[in-house]
């Protein structure tokens, strides 16, 4: 027996759906509404003027990293670069461990180093994470010669890896509330593989972890000298918007005034939209709050690229800058401090969906990220199910009618 939906019905269920998406999207302007009247322009500017994060220090981390060489998973470097990083942070007072993976014919290991919150009885947890593994063949580069030789990894590496130590220095002092995870992930970039390590994390996460989790916050290509932050969609809109607010008060947006009394020098352009696949598309598919910092343009435009430095050999340390390093850096730790990146439970109940309100003029037309790496399907997914939403209403109102 063939079961018909009367048009009413129809038309309740619609209702039902916009009401839904009303409600949801009031609850989380409640909760950012929140976090603006409890961070305010003045309160915001008081946290940044005693941050500390050390864009020099992170800067000799990235020379330091390039000079063990190529740091492939299971190769000598990437051990080197393991071995020291424990040795410094387990000194700073964190706890470290490392989980090995096997996948696509290579032993990959991740990087974890654990700090408790000051907070009294359960808290969430906030991951930060960087992949540490520099690409094994320079399949961009024009020198035919050069293409199979594996890349410094200077921007495409080591800048998050770089900032991701610098913050373990600093971050015990901060008596933060919530618990820390700094996630060195392996495995991201290896021939046609991407974000393996990232991908094994999260296959692994038990539902209490999941659960657990007030957020993940991604650090990729964030040393180039030319600095131009941009939105990456996946990710929460509402910590997406909270950056933003961050970024503005350290003059880091186009058209605010920072807490110097400085015009925003656009390193932070989130009215552009990149579509990028990366690590934290895996803990977005999960339903934990994802954000990503990252500069999706290395060097001068090349079409199908991500710049003319992007997986070449001239991704070395001199197309860095500490000054792009200390501005994300302080961007992160300004972030904690306010606890931007901390998510409450009705944030949470919210589908994981990004809500992106890039400038359409300045966003590509087609997505960004090269070759497999691409989120194409997100996009239309999105369209189709616009267009059955705008069907169904359609198809009511003709049955009404008729």
């Known amino acids: 027996m063939t079961t018909r939906t009367s048009p009413k019905a129809t038309g309740a269920w619609l209702c039902l759906l916009i009401a839904m998406m009303t409600l949801s999207t009031s609850v989380s302007s409640q909760n950012e509404s929140q976090w603006n009247v409890e961070h305010e322009h003045s309160s915001l500017c008081e946290i940044s003027e005693s941050l500390i994060f050390n864009g020099t220090n992170a800067n ?9 060489g190529s740091r492939t998973p299971g190769s000598e470097p990437s051990a080197l670069f393991r071995s020291a990083v424990e040795e410094n942070v387990t000194a700073w007072g964190w706890e470290v461990y490392t989980q090995q993976h096997e996948s696509h014919g290579m032993n990959l290991t991740n990087l974890f180093a654990t ?7 359960e808290q969430g947890r906030i991951v930060i994470s960087a992949h540490y593994d520099s690409r094994n063949v320079a399949d961009k580069d024009l020198n035919a010669s050069n293409q199979t030789l594996p890349v410094p990894g200077a921007n495409d590496a080591a ?12 971050i015990p002092a901060m008596n933060l509330t919530q618990d820390i995870t700094l996630f060195w992930n392996d495995a991201e970039d290896q021939n046609d593989n991407y974000t393996l390590g990232a991908e094994a994390w999260a296959d692994n996460l038990s539902q209490y972890e999941i659960d657990n989790m007030e957020s993940f ?9 030319d600095l131009q932050l941009q939105e990456i969609y996946i990710g929460n809109s509402t910590l997406k918007s909270r950056a933003q607010t961050l970024g503005g008060a350290l003059g880091m947006v186009n058209g605010t005034v920072s807490c110097a009394g400085t015009e925003g020098d656009g390193t932070m352009q989130y009215n552009i939209t990149a579509y990028v696949g990366d690590d934290h598309q895996h803990p977005h598919e999960l339903g934990i709050p994802t954000l990503s910092f990252m500069d999706p343009q290395y060097g001068e435009k090349v079409p199908g690229t991500f710049g003319e430095y992007w997986h070449t050999m001239e991704d070395t340390p001199d197309k860095v800058s500490e000054e792009s390093l200390g501005a994300v850096g302080r961007l992160v730790e300004l972030g904690l401090r306010t606890e931007a990146f901390v998510i409450v439970v009705e944030d949470q109940g919210q589908s994981p969906q990004d809500n992106s309100t890039g400038d359409e003029d ?7 990220e090269p070759e497999s790496r691409v989120i194409t399907g997100l996009v239309i997914l999105a369209g189709f199910s616009l267009s059955v939403i705008v069907g169904l209403i359609v198809f009511a109102e003709w049955k009404l009618k008729y």
């Open 217 to 225: 916050v991604l650090l990729d290509m964030v040393g180039d000298r």
């Open 115 to 121: 700090l408790n919150g000051t907070g009294d009885g």
């Open 362 to 368: 300045d966003a590509p037309s087609e997505p960004s």
């Open 159 to 170: 800048s998050g890896a770089a900032i991701m130590i610098e913050l373990a220095r600093i």
């Open 60 to 68: 000799t981390s990235v020379g330091w990293q390039v000079s063990l």
